[in-house]
């Protein structure tokens, strides 16, 4: 009995090879599906790629846009080549650059096409097109390239190019294939999935020759390419290009913003270069070039760079000491028993005077009654409450956080609070005469111009901001993102401010930046003297204007400059007067200003050596005027910052680090 | 004892014949695997695949010639001397194996390696072979009868799970066939089954809806039972018969979370959706199903292939070769194949049929059931019928371990088979 059961058995191995037979029946004769996503001979899928998004600022003027190149691409294991030296004659190239290519495509894959030599120009493609049959395994791909109506905006804007190995292999979701292009840097990284618009297919049959014979299926499978978003700014081309102008043989930064809006409406990071360079078949070269200047002009100043605002901080601090009541706008004070210097000036018996003599003493009065603002006896305990809720205070500026601009690597700045001290002195061992020079903005501060920017427009504002944005519409339907539409406020009472702008309008009327005021246009401003270890202090400005209805607020960086008024409040100026009135009254000023020339003044890390005992000298000037032993400054050389590592790209960070004083 | 007939006149030519197709096939496809257009690969070239293989084709002829000439009792009377060898080598292995892949199952000398857990089926057939030749074992009747050879399979299933390879020691499964026709009741094999198809089910659909399913049809079975089987205990077998399955139903979750690895449990949900995780352990399915679909009825022809050759699919010379038949040669070529096994495995059944002895009508089947099993999971994975398991496919896949041990299992039987006119039977 148990013999017949051979017969189940045999016939379950049947069965198993039936079911067999019929699933590959299915999945290689029914089922056309698999037969299209190998890379068969006669079937190719072809990838079209969708123009990127144009750029238009804030007039509709255009400022981005592409123009049509064609990319070479090649097949390695098609390729036959016969008469390598007469390919390489007709496309200009060496044989060892042919060599090279070939290798990396191969590298890469040998079944599929790879980038050989890539943005041939319309005229180059005319020429060779009809040479090229004769090779096989090379295809011609129709690409674009990113053209720029205006050699201005570099680092905002960012630039496009291949993606690196790296970011081929960290993507997420396997959108990207070698030889693809990607925003790397500025507006075109952060809107990068917004630009690149949608990838289309599209199925074409092929002979053996690889001579196109027309779509597959009737293109029934093919899907379109969609064009990438067109972004709109908020930036004035125009007045853009002109801050650019002034601040020619400068190193430092512009930034003007819409206060009501918080749009960026000129962002200037000097030296720049036209981005048009980083746009072009030379891509490798330029931007090689880029990095190997000593001024790094790659480095995008105003969001990255590091400074102290020097005395533009005052105003943060006459403004918080009016809202925590310690002081009124009536409050005065003298030179007497103070511990900073100050220069000649009359005497400072309102806030608005101290604002427009920025007098030292004055606000290291300030301060010390916002720090003792309590009821603790013990000094170093009241010292630490007291900065914790100055701390807060201050914060709401945006003074040591980020404040979420859209573009990349954006610098947080430094606002130090109690931990930050315990952590050089120790708790309760450190109080107000440790830590004063942050009254006139001096000391552990670290802002960037954008946030300085911001500050004028939260004046402007009288107590709020939107965050600054470059970007103020997505696509057709000109859509802004949600968080740029969200007010901030920073406690600070409307009326508060008044006392501050009417010093500020001082301080442009008749105080430290009278010799730039405008005609007809009133604007209230404040200049700033940052103190820095290497080479002359750094000139700043931040003002808005007009007072009544505040249409732009700035904030102008000249590194090396000297006082704020000699340089950055002249430019912050001819650019407010620019941006209000579409003019320039004040022509002998403006040739000024472009012809001035600091590139000479600036200290490059390369001339440190040589100029070693120079640095040492300027050194204990900075000390001097504050004497604050805990000012990194006094820190032994090559030490590194012990509390925040970020802040050795500052200014006064150590000799080593510093990116923004190498420029 | 008419020992002096060659050998060339009783062995069953059929059965070579196949044997010989499935190594030129193989090679071929081997060659296929890792030919490359540019470097044109040469076929005899020791430094690649193809060339190692044709080495390890000659020695097995050499293994073949050896075991044609040794006494054919030897093997029975040594059953249990080789499968202690085996599993000795299976403990060594354990501390001096070297770590390819994660599995610590290879014995290197010098260039090559060595896979004691392919050498067990051999060594498991033999001793379970020798067990049954006592004609007192009787297999639907004692229970105890069936501890030995328990303990002879789950001794080296043990030794190659700790050893990291899971999919040598699936191969075991295939004994169930030997035992089927040695007498196993026919509802032990109907049971693994059917709780195979509940767990695929099972992930397939809402478990709610399973169970109902379950309830209405054993109510049908019920309502159609003979009155008399009814009263007889039937309706309360069916009711617990039910009741197991709905319990296997619910039971599946824990199993797949609770006792299954996360690997395995991967390869089971890929089997169900390959979509599921496409770069991951997908990757292979999607792959090989590609490569194969894209073959088409005739194929692209002798290393014409792109899928396999250029690294897309994985394993392509060893686990994945049957990529490399569907996408060069197509239906006609993977019809060839499958016919080819379901030949070999078939004759190999009616050979063990027409034995004399128990001994070698039950190695007959136990080489039957381990060839048939590694057919079944093998192409089964390609084309997405079975889940991704690593196991080679006989005669064809690359490796000297797996091409001697397939040489050696099938051409004792033959040896033996050869003998049968001179044989007494027993059995």
């Known amino acids: 009995m148990l013999e017949s059961r051979r017969f189940v058995i045999i016939g ?182 917004e630009l690149r618009g949608k990838r289309g297919t599209k199925f074409v049959m092929q002979n053996v020759a690889g001579v196109y014979k027309g779509s597959w299926k009737n293109g029934e499978l093919d899907t379109m390419a969609v064009a990438g978003e067109n972004l709109y700014t908020g930036l004035d081309l125009e007045v853009q290009q002109y801050a650019d102008s002034l601040m020619v043989n400068k190193v430092g930064s512009v930034v003007a913003i819409e206060p009501k809006t918080g749009q960026v409406i000129s962002m200037v990071s000097a030296p720049t270069y036209d981005p048009n360079i980083l746009a072009s078949r030379y891509f490798s070269k330029n931007f090689a070039a880029l990095v190997r200047n000593p001024y790094k002009p790659l480095f995008n100043r105003p969001v990255m760079a590091s400074y102290r605002p020097g005395s533009t901080f005052k105003l943060i601090q006459a403004l918080i000491g009016l809202q925590e009541g310690v002081i009124t706008p009536g409050s005065g004070f003298t030179h007497a028993n103070c511990p900073v210097g100050c220069h000649n000036h009359p005497a400072t018996s309102t806030v608005a005077l101290g604002v427009t003599h ?44 980020r404040l979420g601009i859209d573009l990349p690597s954006e610098y947080k700045g430094n606002l130090p609070d109690k931990k930050y001290y315990d952590r050089f002195y120790g708790e309760y061992r450190w109080k107000f005469s440790n830590i004063y020079s942050l009254s006139i903005g001096e000391g552990e501060l670290l802002i960037t111009p954008l946030k300085m920017a911001n500050v004028a427009a939260i004046i402007a504002n009288r107590g709020y901001f939107y965050t600054p944005h470059v970007i103020h519409g997505i696509g057709d339907k000109k859509t802004v993102k949600p968080e740029f539409l969200e007010r901030h406020e920073t406690g600070v009472d409307a009326h508060n401010f008044e006392p501050v702008i009417e010093g500020m309008i001082g301080a442009v009327e008749a105080g430290t930046a009278r010799r730039s005021r405008v005609e007809g246009i009133t604007i209230a401003g404040k200049t700033g003297t940052s103190q820095n270890k290497r080479g002359d202090d750094h000139s700043i400005f931040i003002a808005f204007a007009p007072v009544d209805d505040p249409k732009i607020a700035i904030a102008v960086f000249v590194e090396n400059a000297g006082a704020g008024g000699s340089a950055a409040a002249p430019i912050a100026n001819l650019i407010i007067e620019k941006y209000l009135s579409r003019k320039v009254t004040n022509k002998a000023l403006e040739e000024r200003m472009m012809k001035l020339d600091l590139m000479s003044k600036v200290v490059l890390p390369t001339t440190k050596k040589p100029g070693e005992t120079e640095t040492k000298k300027k050194t204990e000037e900075v000390k001097k005027p504050t004497g604050d032993p805990n000012d990194p400054a006094n820190r032994l050389p090559g030490a590194p910052h012990p509390a925040n590592p970020a802040a050795m790209r500052g200014p006064i960070a150590l000799p080593k680090q510093s990116h923004q004083k190498a420029l | 004892m008419a020992e002096s007939k060659p050998i060339t006149k009783n062995v069953d030519w059929m059965v070579v014949l196949i044997y010989i197709a499935c190594l030129m096939i193989g090679w071929l496809n081997i060659y296929a695997a ?108 004692k229970l105890k009868d069936y501890y030995p050879i328990m303990g002879i399979i789950a001794l080296p299933a043990f030794l190659i799970l700790l050893s990291n390879e899971t999919g040598s020691m699936l191969v075991f499964a295939s004994f169930a066939i030997v035992l089927y026709r040695e007498g196993m009741p026919g509802f032990i094999p109907a049971i693994g089954m059917i709780g195979a198809a509940l767990l695929i089910i099972t992930l397939l659909f809402v478990k709610w809806y399973i169970a109902g399913a379950i309830i209405v049809i054993a109510g049908l079975v019920i309502w159609l039972m003979p009155v008399m089987t009814r009263r007889r205990g039937g309706l309360w077998a069916t009711i617990i018969v039910a009741f197991v399955m709905i319990g296997i139903v619910f039971g599946v979750d824990f199993f797949m979370n609770n006792v299954l690895q996360k690997h395995q449990r991967g390869r089971i949900m890929v089997l169900l959706d390959p979509d599921s995780d496409p770069r991951g352990i997908g990757w292979n399915v999607i792959q090989s199903k590609i490569a194969i679909g894209s073959g088409g009825l005739w194929g692209k022809g002798f290393l014409q292939g792109t899928q396999t050759k250029f690294d897309f699919v994985p394993e392509q010379s060893t686990d994945f070769i049957f990529c490399t038949v569907g996408e060069e040669h197509g239906f006609v070529g993977t019809t060839i194949v499958v016919f080819l096994f379901v030949a070999l495995i078939s004759r190999l059944v009616v050979l063990a049929e027409r034995q004399r002895s128990r001994f070698a009508r039950v190695y007959g089947y136990c080489v039957a059931g381990i060839i048939f099993f590694h057919f079944l999971v093998n192409v089964g994975m390609t084309i997405g019928l079975m889940p991704v398991i690593g196991i080679p496919l006989p005669f064809f896949s690359y490796g000297g371990s797996s091409l001697w041990s397939f040489s050696v299992l099938l051409f004792i039987f033959l040896k033996i088979d050869a003998q049968r006119p001179f044989t007494l039977s027993r059995g």
């Open chain 1, 358 to 401: 920025s007098c030292n003493p004055y606000f290291y009065n300030v301060f010390r009654r916002l720090i003792y603002k309590n009821n603790i006896k013990n000094t170093f305990k009241a010292s630490a409450v007291g900065l914790d809720a100055w701390h807060d205070d201050i914060a709401k500026f945006g003074i040591g956080q």
């Open chain 2, 34 to 141: 890792v030919y490359n257009p540019e470097a044109h690969t040469n076929m005899f070239d020791l430094s690649n695949n193809a060339g190692k293989q044709l080495m390890w084709i000659g020695t097995a002829a050499l293994l073949i010639i050896c075991i044609l000439v040794i006494d054919y009792k030897f093997y029975e009377t040594f059953s249990f001397v080789i499968y202690a060898v085996v599993i000795f080598l299976l403990v060594v292995v354990l501390f001096a194996g070297s770590n390819i892949n994660g599995s610590r199952s290879w014995i290197k000398l010098g260039s090559f390696s060595l896979q004691p857990a392919e050498f067990s089926k051999l060594a498991v057939s033999l001793a379970i072979s020798k067990y049954l030749s006592d004609p007192a074992i009787s297999l639907n009747r």
């Open chain 1, 12 to 193: 379950f191995f049947a069965l198993v090879g039936v079911i067999y037979l019929l699933r590959l029946f299915y999945l290689q004769v029914l089922d056309e599906s698999y037969s299209i996503e190998s890379s068969s001979n006669s079937i190719k899928r072809v990838t079209e790629i969708p123009f990127r998004g144009q750029i238009y600022d804030r007039y509709g003027k255009l400022i981005v846009y592409n123009t049509p190149v064609y990319d070479l691409l090649v097949t390695p294991y098609k390729v036959k080549m016969d008469d390598t030296l007469r390919f390489c004659q007709v496309l200009g190239i060496e044989r060892h650059d042919f060599d090279s290519l070939m290798a990396a495509a191969s590298a890469y894959s040998r079944v599929k096409p790879s980038l050989f030599l890539r943005q041939l120009s319309k005229e180059d493609f005319a020429s060779i097109q009809d040479i090229m049959v004769d090779y096989s395994g090379f295809e011609f791909a129709k690409s674009s390239l990113r053209t720029y109506t205006a050699p201005t905006l570099a680092n905002t804007l960012g630039y496009v190019s291949e993606i690196t190995k790296g970011q081929l292999e960290k993507q997420e979701e396997p959108y990207y294939r070698q030889g693809d292009y990607i925003g790397q840097s500025g507006v075109e990284r952060i809107y990068e999935n």
